[in-house]
């Protein structure tokens, strides 16, 4: 069983994967909130804004697989 040290879990967990997408989410949503203040054209910035959001809500899927907490998502 390969253990990666930066993760709680090992390679075969979903949720090494899992942690390992969620921060790469985190990374690109930050910086496309970021990147929204240094333009002024209303149009991108409302699709940076609406970009950050819907990742925002794939990362809360993410986070509902890992708890468990989506019905659809638990183990059978």
């Known amino acids: 069983?390969?253990?990666?040290p930066n993760s709680a879990f090992p390679v075969s967990d979903p949720r090494h994967h899992t942690q390992r997408v969620k921060k790469m989410l985190g990374d690109l949503i930050e910086?496309?909130?970021?990147?929204t203040d240094k333009f002024d054209e209303p149009k991108a910035q409302a699709l940076f804004e609406t970009s950050a959001e819907v990742l925002q809500g794939l990362?809360?899927?993410?986070?509902?697989?890992?708890?468990g907490k989506e019905r659809a998502l638990r183990e059978k």
């Open 1 to 4: 069983m390969e253990i990666n």
């Open 31 to 35: 910086h496309l909130r970021e990147d």
């Open 59 to 67: 990362r809360t899927a993410f986070d509902h697989y890992e708890s």
